[in-house]
């Protein structure tokens, strides 16, 4: 690919490669590489927004910490701290030319060429971490924030946590939610709801899910099979300075139907509402009114018109540290 053609498709030209930039075109990696064969990886998916002030990275220091904690859970020794795996992603999406962009940072077990190690064992193989960025828009549709989605309760059950740990990102853990979303789609719906090993509701396949009943926030605890969804803390945030009752329990499966408002959140999906579950409308079968309420909060902090919860610092501008160290420099002159 072209330095032409990542920039018409909106594609930082340039990788983060184990404490380097390298161009779009060289970031590949061998076939043998165990991570293609054994799912051996570990991601993260982190939005940068144009705000007021510039281009700001929505809660990095928390995507970054969740990256390290996945790669602990599976013996991954990287040699990058999360401030410097925090720089990369600065200096990446500033280096990019975009305003508003989605970045992957990725580790995962590479191929030892001197000594090839095929087998299923991992502690062989080289940690390879690299973070990209593009533009993406909306996850479930340009139109789903405000008119909602329509999902089905997929087949597939999620995987225990006791199987995969639910707790950390890993590629292994998207084979299952790739089959969810398949599914869906193929069934004419915009996307899946998980159940989990007992029967009750888990999450999308790469989303979070949240009920509202009689004004009550109802969603799925942490250790039921869930990922510890950053959009989701965020929400749960927002909805306790509103003044929201926030219950996590375990949800029956009807209650999806019978729920007065419905909606997904994640990174991607940012905060979309479910107008149907398997043909069975929520609620009015458009956006309720608690969505819409968290939804304004949510993106009035990500765009910087308003502080985060307990002025928490939400936001990494890029250009701060840029700006830091010019004015440094000037300083020294």
């Keep these: 690919m072209s330095t032409k053609d990542v920039k018409t498709m909106r594609i930082a030209p340039k990788v983060w490669r184990n404490g380097e930039f390298i161009d779009w075109g060289n970031a590949r990696v061998h076939v043998m590489t165990h991570a293609i064969h054994y799912g051996s990886s570990v991601f993260e ?3 940068a927004y144009n705000t007021e002030r510039g281009t ?4 990095l220091t928390e995507h970054i910490q969740r990256l390290l904690n996945s790669a602990k859970v599976y ?3 990287i040699t990058y701290n999360r401030e410097e795996l925090c720089q990369a992603a600065v200096e990446l999406v500033r280096g990019g030319g975009m305003e508003e962009c989605y970045l992957r940072p ?3 077990r590479g191929l030892n060429e001197e000594k090839p190690a095929f087998g299923v064992y991992p502690l062989h193989n080289p940690i390879d971490c690299y973070i990209a960025a593009w533009d993406w828009g909306k996850y479930l549709g340009e139109e789903a924030i405000e008119s909602g989605v329509d999902v089905c309760v997929s087949s597939w059950t999620r995987t225990p946590a006791n199987s995969l740990p639910a707790v950390a990102k890993a590629g292994a853990n998207y084979m299952n939610s790739q089959l969810i979303k398949m599914e869906a789609v193929l069934g004419g719906f915009v996307e899946g ?4 090993d007992r029967g009750y509701v888990s999450e999308g396949s790469g989303e979070n899910i949240f009920l509202v009943n009689n004004g009550k926030l109802i969603t799925p605890p942490l250790g039921a099979s869930i990922l510890p969804g950053i959009t989701r803390d965020s929400v749960i945030a927002i909805a306790r300075e509103l003044g929201i009752e926030i219950v996590e329990t375990s949800i029956q499966r009807a209650a999806l139907y019978l729920a007065d408002e419905l909606f997904f959140t994640g990174t991607a999906a940012e ?3 479910i107008r149907s579950v398997d043909r069975i409308t929520v609620g009015a079968g458009k956006r309720g009114e608690i969505t819409k309420q968290l939804q304004d909060v949510f993106f009035d902090v990500i765009y910087g018109r308003r502080p985060a919860p307990n002025n928490a610092p939400w936001l990494t501008y890029v250009n701060d540290a840029e700006e830091k160290k010019t004015a440094t420099a000037s300083a020294k002159e």
């Design 56 to 59: 700001a990275i929505f809660r």
């Design 106 to 108: 990725i580790i995962f």
């Design 193 to 196: 709801i998980a159940l989990d």
């Design 271 to 273: 905060i979309t509402p």
């Design 45 to 47: 998916g982190i939005r």
């Design 75 to 77: 013996r991954m020794d």
